[in-house]
Every structure is written in structure tokens, then in C-alpha cells.
């Protein structure tokens, strides 16, 4: 599929070629006119998006897109830490080891992670299913400890359920969120973060309303009651992912009942 | 009146994140009610509303508006900074999952007031919930006619992107920011010049948080006395409006507790249910891990912009991460100092060099293997980086190290004097990093 010549955009197969030149137009008529630059962060994701991490051909291809020299563009890429130096695998594991989730047994977590993958931080499993890396804050200090795959929160996770979650990931499931939509692989939630919609209707009908972001509303109110407010029945998670691969159909040990 | 839904008030209500919600619970009024006046009037009433800046600063978020020049033939920008890191912080991505168009009407009013037609929001990366969350709101404003061309017929022009960041803490810097969303590596700008002339593209470009500009729509809807009225604490005057606390650490609720500026940590505890069965309260910070700690001593100190400062620490954003007995200062202060060593974009020395010292100092004193001497280059250190660095990541980082030292400097020498944690850490800690 690729040809070692950087220096080209042969690498990218004709298919993907005008797709990915289309996308990257798309991204950089965002941006007022005279500013495409401000689109080589999001390039960068759709890079990713294609090959799993920024590799020499995505560099040159921002770079050759923007009018950048590709010293301007690997400057970028190597600053940002989601910005994957070797190919990532299909599930991305992030431990949060900051100091709440730390202290909480998010270092234990992590430590059992690596031992049952066999894998250190920012390293793939030899099929290239699973990344393992210990991350930095992930912002829901009050679900310590989280483990993210793909960015999606696995909420108050301890060893136990961490090693369960990477099982069923190993095992080709693919276990539902605590909070927020199904799982897709690293690839499609790149093309999310480069800033295309999520198309699945699922996605976006997912809540991401847990007990800690109610906490205060239900002391002033009152609990809301077990059976929910809500109108809609809960949702059954059958419809595929992009991929064809079956969405939520793990439910987390202890986290699934309501 | 502690719990006081105002951010947080459509965040249990069914659907709560879509357009027809949002307009059914007064969505966009207050938009169309700002749309009427001048924009010099909006940037008048939010001076008048006293409110401050949310994002950690608390600067004075109608003075910052009047400061961006008008009639000076130069685009204008609104910038969101969306980009929430800061270890403890944890408010602004269950707004923006919960209630993203209450963001997206304060971001059409401010552009308004300061005569902005194009406004970025700048969202940490790995927070894809809330970015596709902001992605649909903005579709349906913008089949709405809420965003586009002359917005509800004012002739207002207002074009937003979401823009992703890509993991970096020191982009939650307002100019590492803006290098990052012209396509940069994010590292600050020496300032002056200010954003406020010389922002996005060089051009006058606002800077404001999430918590911030969300808080706008009601300003203009209930009046800025309104707002003024919102205080726990008299001494809180200077500080009005709610805030929400994010709670986290060994407390039996965690989570997020909206209540008005200068509300104490006792009070908020009671709400949290307390401590965890059989365990004491030991440090907690007020807002974030750059703000120096406080132990229970400071159970009573009105939580607000300058009643925390006359304690010794900051505000900051809100994020309260409490500690108890069975914590060891010495591991999380290294933890936090690991995250600002990584953090750190490397543009200047002190905080380069100084946290990748740190850092390693603390370990070897976590480890058992440090000295009383090293206890003192901690300190030497800290007097480097403070006041010496960039920007306020380096001084940030010297706030968990000087503070605990000050409470705790007996937890040191005592992990000194045994060759080991007196927590029995030693185990996990190897296994993290």
C-alpha cells in the first residue's frame, strides 16, 4: 500500500487520494481566508484518520497541502502527544495516573494493564489491537479513577474492571461507555476529531449524564428517581458501528444496572 | 440558597443538550434581547454584572471586552478556551456535554459586543463527547439562523468553528492557544502585546472560558443586579456569581456542586456527604493543582477570587481535589510535578529545566532515597521558576511544592529519616512510570 518515498503522495492509494485531498479542502475553508495554517492541527488528525498515526507521507502531504516546509509540519506533530509517532492500534487504552485518579488506584490499574498486555506506555500489542499509554488529567477528576479507549470514558474503573475492559477489548468486543457514545476504532474517532460529524445516530443520542455531574442538582432537588424522568426508553445499542463491528454489546461488570 | 442552578440548571432534563430543550427552558432570549442593544450597552451591563473571568485569572470579563479597540479597520476575534486540563478541573466538558448551546448564545452575544463575525472554540482533544456535542449544537443554531448571515435579522454576521487541540496542557495558556489554533506549536507569546490588540492572526481577539461566556445569556436576561446578588459571603462582593465546585478525592459524593462565589469548603462538604468512614480531612486544593494547598485550617475561607488569595492561595477554577490521612503529600506533590515536566513546552529554562529536576528530586524522596539537603534544592528550585518563567505553568508548578512544604515539611523529613514512604507507596509508584 505505501512506498517508502516521503517525498511524494504516492503512497496514497487513488481512492483515498481524492477523498483525502476533498477532506482536507473542507478543513481549511474553515478558517478566514489567507489562514489555511490554522488547519494543520485538524489536518493532522485526518493524517491519522487514514494510517492510525502521523507518518513521514502525512507530513509531507500537510506540508505540500499548506505551502509548509515538512521541518514546519514535524515540529507541530511531535508536540502534541495524540499526535502517534508509530502506528496506533485499533482500541487507544488511556490510564489517567495524574495524581486523583493516581492515589484513587489509577496506578494500580495501570500497572495490572501493562502486565496482562504485555505492552509498556505508548506501545501496541504485536497484533495491533491495543495502545497502552498512562495519560495525563482527562477532566472527570469526580469519576476517579478513568481509563479512556479512544477518548470515551470508562468511569470509576478499579483493577478488576480495567482488566476486564482490555479482556473484552482482546476478546474483539466492544464494551459500551460509562458515559457518552459507543465505541468506534482510533481511526474513526481521528476523522471525528479532525472535525467531521459523527454519523452514527447512537452517538449522538448518547447521554453522558452520570451521578457526580448531578451531584449538586440533587441536593437541591432531591434524588431523580430510579425509573428516570425521561420519556424515551432506555437506548438498546444494536446498530453496528461504521466498521460493522457490534457497538455495546459489553456491559461493564457492576455498571450496567440501573 | 447554597445549591444555586443557574450553569447547571438544564443538566437533568431529558435531551437536555438539543435545540428544542434549550429553547423550551429560555434558550436564545437572550440572545434576541442583545441583539437590540448596542454593543457598547452589552459591554456595559456585563462590567456593571461583575463578572470575572472563570477560567482561573478572574479578570474582569466586561473590562477585557472594552479593551478590544473599535473602529480600527482589523478583523475582530472571539476565541473560547475550551482546552480544560488543569489537573482537578473537570466543570467545563460536562457543561459543553450537558448544555452546549448555552455556550454557543454566550459566544453570539459576545461576538456581538465586541464586534467579532468569526469565533473559534478551541476544545481539548481528547474530549470527543463534548466536541461532537458542540458540533450538532452548532448545526442546528445554524439552521436556526442563530449563526450565519444576519443573525435573526439584526445584520450581524457570525461564522464558529470547533477546533480540536491535540493534547497539550499549555494550551489552555490564552497565547500558547492562540499559536496552537494559528498552527503552531503551542507555546505562550510575551505579552504585552495583549490578545486584546494583537490576538488570532494579530488581530483584537477576546479570550474567554466556557464557565464565562455561558454565564452571559443570563446576565442579559436577568439584569446585572442579579448578578451581583449571587454571594455566599459578603466578603465575596468583588467575586459575584455562581461557580461550580468540582468536588473529587476521598469525599462520599463526588461530582459537581453549582453554588454562589465564597461558599467555604465546609459547607460544600456537608453537601458532599462528608469525608469517607473513618478518615480526615489531610490537604485539598481550592482550585486546581496549580493553587497552593490548603489543609483544615482553611475549612471556613470563602471560596472566591480574593478571599483565597488573602489566604495565600487562588481560586483558580473552581477544582477542589480533597486528600485525607491515608495520603501521602510527597507522592502527589511528585505526581503533579511529573505532569507539569511533561507539560512544560520547553521555551523557557526555569520551567524546562526546573520541573525536570523536580521531579526527579521528588522521586528519589518518595523512594525513600532523598536527603534533608534535597529538601532545601526543592525550595532553591521553586525560587528559580517562580517569577522567572514564561508563563504561569512554571509558576503554577511551584504552588504544590512550596505549599506542601510549608504544612507538611515533616512528612518529607520523615520519609528522609526512614528511607521509605511512610504510606508504603514505594510498590505502585514504580509501576506508573
Known amino acids: 500500500m505505501k512506498t517508502q518515498n516521503a517525498d511524494t503522495l504516492d503512497w496514497y492509494e487513488p481512492e483515498f487520494r481524492s477523498e483525502i485531498t476533498g477532506k482536507a479542502a473542507e478543513i481549511i475553508a474553515r478558517y478566514p481566508e489567507g489562514k489555511s495554517r490554522s488547519a494543520l492541527l485538524p489536518m493532522l488528525h485526518l493524517t491519522q484518520a487514514y494510517e492510525g498515526y502521523v507518518s513521514a507521507s502525512g507530513i509531507a502531504f500537510c506540508a505540500e497541502t499548506l505551502g509548509l516546509t515538512k521541518a514546519e509540519v514535524a515540529a507541530v506533530a511531535t508536540f502534541y502527544t495524540m499526535y502517534k509517532r508509530r502506528p496506533t492500534g485499533e482500541y487507544l487504552v488511556s490510564v489517567c495516573t495524574n495524581t486523583m485518579c493516581g492515589v484513587l488506584g489509577g496506578d494500580e490499574i495501570y500497572a495490572a494493564l501493562k502486565e496482562q498486555l504485555g505492552v509498556g506506555h505508548d506501545e501496541t500489542t504485536p497484533d495491533g489491537k491495543i495502545t497502552l499509554e498512562h495519560a495525563e488529567c482527562l477532566a472527570a477528576c469526580d469519576y476517579a479513577p478513568v481509563v479512556t479507549v479512544n477518548y470515551e470514558y470508562f468511569d470509576q474503573q478499579d483493577t478488576e474492571s480495567g482488566l476486564k475492559l482490555a479482556q473484552d477489548l482482546i476478546d474483539g468486543k466492544r464494551p459500551q461507555p460509562t458515559r457518552g457514545a459507543p465505541l468506534c476504532s482510533f481511526k474513526e474517532m481521528s476523522m471525528q476529531i479532525a472535525g467531521f460529524l459523527d454519523p452514527r445516530p447512537e452517538a449522538r443520542a448518547a447521554d453522558a449524564v452520570g451521578e457526580p455531574t448531578l451531584a449538586g442538582l440533587h441536593q437541591k432537588k432531591g434524588k431523580r428517581p430510579v425509573t428516570s424522568s425521561k420519556a424515551e426508553p432506555p437506548m438498546v445499542l444494536t446498530e453496528p458501528a461504521l466498521d460493522k463491528k457490534p457497538a455495546g454489546d459489553t456491559k461493564m461488570p457492576g455498571k450496567g444496572e440501573k | ?433
Not at chain 2, 454557543?104 to 465586541?114: D, H, N, P, R, T
Not at chain 2, 459578603?234 to 455562581?242: D, F, L, R
Not at chain 2, 453549582?258 to 459547607?267: D, H, K, Q, V
Open chain 2, 1 to 433: 440558597m447554597t445549591i444555586t442552578p443557574v450553569l447547571t440548571k438544564r443538566w437533568n432534563l431529558e435531551r437536555s443538550w438539543e435545540l428544542t430543550t434549550y429553547e423550551r427552558t429560555d434558550g436564545y432570549r437572550a440572545l434576541a434581547k442583545a441583539l437590540r442593544k448596542h454593543p457598547d450597552e452589552l459591554i456595559q451591563l456585563v462590567k456593571d454584572s461583575g463578572l470575572r473571568g472563570r477560567g482561573g485569572a478572574g479578570f474582569p470579563t466586561g473590562m477585557k471586552w472594552g479593551f478590544i479597540p473599535q473602529n480600527d479597520g482589523k478583523p475582530h476575534y472571539l476565541v473560547v478556551n475550551a482546552d480544560e486540563g488543569e489537573p482537578g478541573t473537570c466543570r467545563d466538558l460536562p457543561l459543553m456535554m450537558a448544555d452546549p448551546h448555552s455556550l454557543i448564545e454566550g459566544i453570539i452575544i459576545a461576538s456581538f459586543a465586541v464586534r467579532a463575525n468569526f469565533a473559534a472554540i478551541y476544545i481539548r482533544g481528547e474530549a470527543v463527547h463534548a466536541l461532537r456535542r458542540l458540533q450538532y449544537a452548532a448545526v442546528e443554531a445554524r439552521e436556526k439562523g442563530y449563526l450565519g448571515k444576519n443573525i435573526l435579522g439584526s445584520g450581524f454576521d457570525l461564522d464558529l468553528v470547533v477546533h480540536s487541540g491535540a493534547g497539550a496542557y499549555i494550551c489552555g495558556e490564552e497565547t500558547a492557544l492562540l499559536d496552537s489554533l494559528e498552527g503552531y506549536r503551542g507555546q505562550p507569546r510575551l505579552k504585552p502585546p495583549f490578545p486584546a490588540t494583537h490576538g488570532l492572526y494579530a488581530s483584537p481577539t477576546v479570550v474567554n472560558n466556557v464557565g464565562t461566556l455561558a454565564t452571559v445569556p443570563h446576565i442579559v436576561l436577568n439584569g446585572p443586579e442579579w448578578h451581583k446578588d449571587l454571594i455566599a459571603n459578603e466578603a465575596s462582593a468583588k467575586s459575584p456569581g455562581t461557580s461550580i465546585y468540582s468536588l473529587s478525592g476521598r469525599i462520599k459524593r463526588p461530582g459537581q456542586y453549582e453554588a454562589p462565589m465564597g461558599t467555604t469548603l465546609r459547607t460544600l462538604l456537608e453537601l458532599a456527604g462528608g469525608m469517607r468512614e473513618g478518615h480526615t480531612l489531610k490537604f485539598w486544593t481550592p482550585g486546581g493543582s496549580s493553587t497552593p494547598m490548603f489543609t483544615d485550617a482553611h475549612l471556613d475561607v470563602p471560596l472566591d477570587f480574593d478571599s483565597v488569595a488573602a489566604a495565600g492561595s487562588m481560586n483558580g477554577t473552581s477544582a477542589v481535589m480533597i486528600f485525607d490521612d491515608s495520603d501521602c503529600v510527597v507522592r502527589c506533590v511528585m505526581k503533579w510535578i511529573e505532569f507539569y515536566h511533561h507539560e512544560s513546552c520547553g521555551k523557557c529554562t526555569p520551567c524546562r529545566e526546573g520541573n525536570y529536576w523536580m521531579a526527579q528530586v521528588l522521586q528519589r524522596l518518595e523512594g525513600g532515597q532523598g536527603t534533608e539537603e534535597d529538601l532545601q534544592t526543592l525550595l532553591d528550585t521553586c525560587d528559580n521558576i517562580l517569577g522567572r518563567s514564561f508563563c504561569a505553568l512554571g509558576d503554577g508548578a511551584t504552588s504544590p511544592v512550596m505549599s506542601s512544604m510549608k504544612y507538611f515539611r515533616d512528612e518529607y523529613i520523615q520519609h528522609v529519616r526512614d528511607g521509605k514512604c511512610p504510606f508504603g507507596n514505594a510498590r505502585v509508584m514504580a509501576g506508573a512510570h
